[in-house]
């Protein structure tokens, strides 16, 4: 069965520091792997994707995720945060097989809090 | 903004009660996506069409239903409402239901059952 985890429900980090936010995956295809901000009572907006190639995949306002297959993961970093980037953060998997080809499977969520 | 427009941007109404949240999609994208994000619950898929047929179909209730029709706008009909479907409901739309393609989505409809 498709799944996506977030093992993290919340992540603090300080101004000027790396953070990553962790997510696992579970697909019985090949893994389409997305992120997600949402940002308080506004839609999701698409940061990046990893669809096949190259394992770091670059993506808007300086994120980036690598993709590691044999730990079926899609961790979502960037070098250094902004207290801007506080907001809640999603991972998401679409399969590439069968009925469940069309939709996106979210984790849980990831509040990200960057204080100054 | 992504170009994803949804109305209306809250709705609050009685239990048993039927409502219809809109949506229109990006210019140009011909698949239209719905989902429920509660706080139990987290982001749930609905239902999907492309093109004016449906697609794929997730944890929708019978009480529910959506059309998407020939100019690309969709609607999400919700009936004999209950407690628990108060919830933020999105719609998202894609260029192609093909699974490389991200979703585009909408500020949602905030639903609130009294």
């Known amino acids: 069965a498709q799944s996506v985890a977030q093992p993290e429900d919340q992540v603090n980090v300080a101004e000027g520091n790396p953070l990553t936010v962790k997510c696992t995956y579970s697909v019985s295809g090949n893994p389409y792997l997305f992120w997600y901000v949402q940002y308080p009572n506004r839609g999701l907006q698409f940061l990046l994707k990893?669809?096949?190639?190259?394992?770091l995949v670059k993506g808007s306002y300086g994120f980036e995720a690598e993709f590691n297959k044999s730990q079926t993961s899609f961790h979502l970093k960037k070098p250094s945060a902004l207290v801007s980037d506080s907001a809640l953060y999603f991972c998401a998997v679409r399969d590439d097989r069968g009925s469940t080809l069309g939709r996106l499977y979210f984790g849980r969520g990831t509040q990200l809090t960057v204080w100054p | 903004d992504s170009g994803v427009t949804q109305t209306p941007k809250h709705l609050i109404t009685a239990t048993g009660q039927r409502v219809t949240l809109r949506c229109s999609p990006r210019s140009g994208d011909l698949s239209v996506y719905w989902y429920q994000q509660s706080l139990d619950q987290g982001l749930q898929f609905l239902i999907q069409?492309?093109?004016?047929?449906?697609?794929a179909k997730g944890n929708i209730l019978e009480r529910f239903s959506a059309q998407q029709f020939p100019d690309l706008h969709s609607e999400l009909n919700l009936s004999s409402l209950e407690l628990g479907d108060s919830a933020l409901y999105f719609c998202?739309?894609?260029?192609?239901?093909?699974?490389?393609?991200?979703?585009?989505f909408g500020p949602g409809t905030r639903l609130t059952v009294t």
């Open positions: 990893y669809i096949t190639g190259d394992n």
């Open positions: 998202a739309s894609s260029v192609s239901p093909g699974p490389s393609y991200e979703q585009y």
């Open positions: 069409y492309y093109n004016g047929e449906e697609r």
